[in-house]
């Protein structure tokens, strides 16, 4: 299983689990692995977040944040990181806008959780080993999703719309 931790009104976020959304349920099933989302906003909210996205996985909520606290999640940006996910599209200022614009149009203000709280991704079981973990160090420092599907043993997924060219 994987979880990353969504904000559910960060743009980063949101574009991250637009990239999810795109891991065909058949993949995950082949490899026996289930994809899980954990956000960090009221459940009111994952109706709408889906939508939003396109997610059609497992979703949960920790309002109360414990899951990134037992899991050492950082609160805050670690700047001095030069890191660029390559499932965010949108440039900072544009995102943070298309954030802040989804805040004050969206049904309710708590959408977005603590903004401050940095996710992570994690490999885990069967049971309860960890196989792999990444604590994000600012929003920008996702690990690449083919990266996580290839060492939960998911076959890797094609996420930009340029046709493939398989070899046969």
Same mark, same amino acid.
């Given at each position: 299983?994987?979880?990353?931790?969504?904000?559910?009104?960060?743009?980063?976020?949101?574009?991250?689990?637009?990239?999810?959304?795109?891991?065909?349920?058949? $993949? %995950?099933? &082949?490899?026996?692995? =289930?994809?899980?989302?954990?956000?960090?906003? @009221?459940? #009111? #909210? /994952?109706?709408?977040?889906?939508?939003?996205?396109?997610?059609?996985? &497992?979703?949960?909520?920790?309002?109360? !944040?414990?899951?990134?606290?037992?899991?050492?999640? *950082? !609160?805050?940006?670690?700047?001095?990181?030069?890191? !660029? @996910?390559? #499932?965010?599209? @949108?440039?900072?200022?544009?995102?943070?806008?298309? @954030?802040?614009? *989804?805040?004050?149009?969206?049904?309710? $203000?708590?959408?977005?959780?603590?903004?401050?709280?940095?996710?992570?991704? %994690? /490999? %885990?079981?069967?049971?309860? &080993?960890?196989? $792999?973990? #990444?604590?994000?160090?600012? =929003?920008?420092?996702?690990?690449?999703?083919?990266?996580?599907?290839?060492?939960?043993?998911?076959?890797?997924?094609?996420?930009?719309?340029?046709?493939?060219?398989?070899?046969?």
């Amino acid at each position: 299983s994987k979880a990353p931790s969504p904000n559910f009104l960060c743009y980063t976020c949101k574009e991250y689990v637009e990239d999810l959304a795109k891991v065909p349920k058949a $993949f %995950l099933q &082949e490899a026996n692995v =289930r994809l899980i989302v954990i956000g960090q906003s @009221s459940y #009111h #909210h /994952i109706k709408t977040f889906c939508s939003l996205t396109g997610y059609t996985h &497992e979703m949960y909520v920790d309002p109360q !944040r414990e899951i990134y606290k037992t899991l050492g999640m *950082r !609160r805050g940006e670690c700047n001095n990181v030069s890191v !660029r @996910s390559p #499932h965010v599209k @949108s440039n900072v200022l544009l995102g943070s806008i298309k @954030s802040v614009w *989804r805040a004050m149009t969206g049904p309710a $203000f708590d959408f977005q959780g603590d903004p401050a709280q940095q996710g992570g991704t %994690l /490999i %885990l079981g069967p049971g309860n &080993e960890v196989h $792999f973990l #990444h604590l994000d160090k600012n =929003r920008l420092d996702h690990v690449p999703i083919n990266t996580v599907l290839q060492l939960a043993g998911v076959k890797p997924v094609n996420f930009t719309n340029k046709p493939q060219i398989i070899d046969i």
